[in-house]
């Protein structure tokens, strides 16, 4: 019977794994910290494996390094942990909706969901800290006296990890800023989805690190483009030199189309309903409208220089030294299907016409978007207003504009957006918002860190401590206004709009320390003695880290029954069937075996009796020989 394992992928091993495929040769062992052998990589040998000439001195190299870079790494690959809490309380419509918003520190979160959405995340956008000199709060596990670190700042987390904000007196200032964004970029490169795209948004503080750290994870044939926002409507003439009007938002995908056929497909733009200029239809063609180029480039070989009469008798050749765009035989098919333009008089250079139906049936995206197309900061701030009656309480949310520019690029009715600095929420707005324009069915995962809000504000007056709850409640609000202003054409979809959330708040595991940790005693012992998981934690605690560590995602749907007087959870139908009760009754294993489901979870030793936990297989293997039985 297999043990949950109740914690994040190793991914360290994993790559150890990989590498070893590649080059068996260049793996070696050494004693780990805890005196136990272990596979490791000969990084010399490696090194030389990978360069075609003789590897001496590799001090001097093409890459960006700062202090803390291989520490973060480390970070990123190591497992933690922590686990998910479901908090019904501030859900909506938490048994029907598909839509998540984790409370937490969004590394921990990413680390957490890195099993059950690896490759499921079509569209990622984030809003990050800009690093402007106070911006942002991240943990900071770095030793520190407990008093001493209160003299500074005055705030710890429960595990006594530093909420550290990061100020320009910081020696580290830039390098923590790198640090907090290289580890969180790798965990988040493999929740994209093959044909997945991330958007950044960043100024002009940090846009040239950002750059280089996401060349280094996505790869800068992945990069698509830095596309400037024009962020602000008016110039601010009290700039000291030049009023900054813009931000950048950077676009890296999974996979490039030019090295992949998988790769990230942007959606055209739809066309407006005027005519687009140079368009005209002078000769009455029944294909309609039509533009036109003269027939002639820069270079070519001799079967592109020949003599062409015109309608008028004259004779003509390339204009300026050019040559013909194609030969004589395609020049001639061009003619008969009347796609060759001599002008009105027919005395003109030949052109080549193009019809603009046959053209594509949308326009591509430009990299400088202004704000009339996809609105300002003032008017994010206004939307947020609106929603609040008539209090801001943030200082620059994102328009909802930008952001259903983006999805409308980047996404299709049923795929999946990640934001893990929600902020305001903007994103799970534009969500819901799109949705209820196009019929689409996008679901997304907001995920915020529980940052106090300044005591002195008008949001902490109204009841909202953390930036969380207000990002929260900003959904609830535009949602329903959102369902009231669209009553008429909302009535005729075939699923209804979702406009809910499950919230789940991110903290340790619901195992205890004896869990990870037997070394008094044998483990048999000690479970026969002690339970095994934390007495604060209920059935949907577990069921919700159970689900995480098989690999499921947060949106399926679960229904609580009962079965013998026990409380069964069906996760996705039979996709998992799970029960934590004490003292089950050994008849429950019929009823739920005649069911067949995927997989099956029991806490250890929860039967009455002892020889219970091991006639479960026996009778699984009899009445649903497929079931995968694990315990926790």
């Known amino acids: 019977m297999k043990k949950l394992n109740m914690q994040t992928p190793d991914l360290t091993e994993g790559n150890i794994t990989k590498i070893e495929e590649l080059f068996p040769n260049v793996i070696t062992e050494k004693e780990g910290a805890d005196g136990v052998v272990e596979k490791a990589i000969d990084f010399e040998l ?7 000439e003789l590897v001496e001195d590799d001090s001097e190299r093409y890459r960006l390094d700062w202090p803390g870079k291989k520490a973060s790494l480390l ?6 942990t922590s686990t998910l809490r479901p908090d019904r309380e501030s859900s909506v419509n938490f048994d029907t909706t598909e839509n998540v918003f984790i409370e937490g520190d969004n590394f921990e979160v990413l680390k957490v969901l890195q099993e059950s959405y690896l490759g499921k995340v079509k569209m990622i956008y984030i809003d990050p800290p800009y690093n402007t000199g106070s911006d942002f709060v991240y943990k900071d596990n770095f030793a520190q006296d407990k008093d001493e670190y209160d003299e500074e700042i005055g705030a710890v987390d429960d595990e006594d990890n530093k909420l550290f904000r990061n100020t320009e007196s910081n020696g580290r200032f830039h390098s923590d800023w790198i640090s907090m964004m290289y580890e969180r970029l790798i965990v988040t490169r493999d929740l994209l989805s093959e044909d997945g795209v991330i958007f950044i948004s960043i100024d002009d503080n940090e ?3 950002l750059r280089k750290i996401a060349d280094e994870i996505f790869g800068e044939n992945n990069f698509v483009a830095n596309i400037i926002w024009q962020k602000k409507f008016s110039r601010a003439n009290d700039a000291t030199y030049f009023s900054t009007m813009h931000d950048h938002i950077l676009v890296y995908v999974k996979k490039s189309l030019f090295n992949s056929q998988v790769g990230w497909k942007i959606n055209l733009l739809p066309r407006n309903e005027d005519v687009p200029a140079g368009y005209a239809n002078p000769d009455d063609d029944s294909r309609g409208l039509w533009t036109s180029v003269v027939l002639s480039a820069k270079s070519g070989s001799k079967n592109l220089l020949y003599e062409i009469t015109i309608p008028s008798g004259k004779k003509c050749m390339p204009p300026n030294g050019r040559y013909w765009s194609v030969n004589q035989e395609k020049f001639k098919q061009l003619v008969s299907d009347n796609r060759i333009w001599f002008g009105v008089s027919g005395d003109g250079i030949p052109r080549v016409k193009t019809f603009l139906s046959e053209v594509q049936d949308g326009l591509r995206p430009n990299s ?13 701030k206004q939307e947020v207003k609106k929603i609040f009656d008539g209090d801001g309480y943030f200082d620059s949310p994102k328009p909802v504009r930008l952001i259903k520019h983006i999805l409308k690029i980047a996404t299709n009715n049923n795929d999946l957006v990640l934001d893990f600095f929600a902020g305001s929420s903007t994103t799970a707005h534009a969500v819901i918002g799109l949705n209820a324009e196009d019929g689409g069915n996008r679901k997304f995962i907001m995920v915020q860190l529980p940052e106090e809000t300044d005591k002195e504000s008008e949001a902490f007056k109204a009841g909202y401590k953390t930036i969380s709850s207000l990002g929260m409640e900003r959904i609830r609000r535009s949602g329903q206004k ?3 202003e669209n009553k008429e054409e909302l009535s005729n979809r075939k699923m209804p709009l979702d406009i809910g959330f499950r919230v789940y708040k991110i903290d340790t595991t619901n195992m205890k320390d004896v869990y990870y940790h037997p070394s008094a005693i044998d483990q048999k012992d000690l479970f026969n003695q002690v339970s095994n998981i934390k007495e604060d934690r209920t059935p949907e605690d577990l069921l919700t880290q159970v689900i995480l560590d098989l690999g499921l995602t947060l949106d399926l749907p679960i229904e609580k029954k009962n079965i013998k007087d026990n409380d069964v959870y069906f996760v996705s139908n039979n996709a998992l069937v799970a029960c934590f ?10 009823d739920i075996a005649k069911l067949e489901p995927l997989k099956v979870v029991f806490k250890d030793g929860s039967f009455k009796e002892e020889q219970d936990r091991t006639n479960i297989e026996t009778k699984f293997k009899r009445l649903s020989p497929d079931t995968i039985i694990t315990v926790l």
């Open 46 to 52: 490696l090194k030389q494996m990978l360069s075609k």
């Open 75 to 80: 970070k990123a690959n190591t497992p933690i």
């Open 207 to 209: 846009v040239h690190n």
């Open 368 to 380: 400088i978007w202004m704000h009339e197309e996809v609105g300002h900061n003032q008017e994010g």
């Open 482 to 484: 959102i369902l009231d």
């Open 581 to 590: 009760d004490d003292k089950i009754d050994f008849s429950i294993v019929d």
